[in-house]
């Protein structure tokens, strides 16, 4: 049996769970503080230079956070020669791994992951600390789904111009997930890590990173010169929301990429599903009055005119009457008019009314003046007849 080795005197290493160049991680148990955890031990014979630099400075900045979605740094030391990290155990996989089985991930999966990334980046940022290398082997998924951020060996210190552990104009980072201002030479910036992080979402929901090409030089170029082939043209079923948010995150110009606050607050919110966000109640309003316009409004009534039953109805107009004298009969004139508009059929009535009264007034004057004249009377007696007398008779 193998006798297993114990560091510090407290942290029993039991299975290798991850190597590479600059080291190896296992899977161990802290005999002191009775829990499991996750031991990093960097290689005795080294050959990499900024190699120790690079473990100290991971131990210094993991160790400045203390947040649910940043791998939690406990302990930092040396033993015979080689340097030792000890962090929190992460029951799960990095997100290569998942990559690797699943090919992509649903958007409801990816929208968990991006908030809680995105929360752990601003938890850095506001320490003044750039990851410079999101990708995905260096996001880990746990066993209950959360998310942490592993592997600060390449952090930057906003506030120290000489932290950096390259000499000027060399680029340190993963060419398929490097922000174009990097590409450029220039200083890495927390918006230099939201553009990594936009590349892994994009990888997460297609299954390939925004840009490939056949050497690191021609990807760099891609990042500065070739806009990303929207999510949904690759046939990828996205809201519209997501997409048009995830394309923001690849903007770039860094100044026009949201802060990683911004982005764990939009995706934990659920705004990554395009449900509009909910009015004020509008005030109440008083009911407007009808809008009555000149041909909508009733016509006003007007003296002496019928009713109208529309236009090219039939409408019947009462003309007045006269009456000639005692024994004159009475008469009364009715007319009946088609027309096509009512205000032409009135004004003609009216006319032929005032025509007709006028006539007939005349006649009843002339008929007045013959019946009553002193040359024609019903007491007049012919000319040749005898005058009559009512004296007695003479003798």
């Keep these: 049996m193998k006798q297993q080795v114990l560091i510090a005197g407290r942290y029993r290493l039991n299975t290798t769970i991850g190597r590479g160049a600059m080291g190896e991680v296992w899977q161990a148990y802290d005999e002191m503080g009775g829990r499991p955890v996750a031991v990093k031990l960097l290689h005795s014979q080294n050959s990499e230079p900024t190699a120790t630099a690079r473990f100290r400075l991971e131990a210094q900045t993991a160790g400045r956070l203390s947040h649910p979605h940043v791998v939690g740094v406990l302990d930092f030391g040396e033993q015979e020669g080689r340097l030792y990290l000890v962090m929190e155990l992460v029951d799960g996989d990095s997100l290569s791994h998942v990559l690797a089985q699943a090919g992509s991930l649903p958007a409801e999966h990816v929208a968990h ?5 995105a929360a752990g980046l601003s938890a850095a ?7 410079r290398d999101i990708k995905p082997g260096n996001l880990l998924l746990g066993a209950d789904g959360s998310v942490k951020i592993a592997d600060f060996g390449i952090a930057h210190f906003m506030n120290d111009p000489n932290g950096a552990l390259t000499a000027t104009g060399q680029i340190v ?10 590409a450029l030479g220039q200083p890495a910036g927390p918006p230099s890590d939201v553009y990594s992080l936009g590349c892994v979402l994009y990888q997460l929901l297609t299954g390939q ?13 891609h990042h500065l010169d070739t806009p990303p082939v929207p999510p949904r043209e690759l046939g990828v079923g996205l809201p519209p929301a997501f997409e048009n948010y995830l394309l923001g995150l690849l903007a770039k110009r860094p100044d026009d990429r949201p802060t990683a606050r911004r982005v764990a ?19 109440p309003r008083p009911e407007p009055k009808p809008n009555v316009t000149a041909w909508d409004a009733p016509a006003e009534p007007r003296p002496n005119a019928a009713p109208s039953s529309g236009p090219g109805s039939v409408t019947t107009y009462a003309f007045p009457s006269a009456t000639v004298g005692s024994t004159a009969p009475a008469h009364r004139t009715r007319r009946r008019q088609r027309t096509g508009g009512r205000g032409v059929a009135v004004r003609r009535s009216k006319t032929v009314g005032t025509v007709a009264a006028v006539l007939v007034f005349l006649g009843a004057l002339l008929i007045g003046l013959a019946w009553f004249s002193p040359d024609h009377s019903s007491a007049d007696t012919s000319p040749t007849d005898p005058p009559s007398s009512t004296s007695p008779a003479t003798p």
């Design 125 to 131: 940022h506001d320490q003044g600390i750039v990851h």
């Design 173 to 182: 980072g993963t060419s398929l997930y490097i922000a174009p201002e990097r």
């Design 113 to 117: 992951i991006a908030a809680q990334s």
């Design 265 to 283: 607050e939009w995706f934990a919110s659920g705004a990554w599903r395009g449900h509009p966000e909910p009015l004020p109640a509008a005030a």
């Design 209 to 221: 990173p925004p840009f490939r090409a056949g050497s690191a030089i021609a990807v760099l170029h």
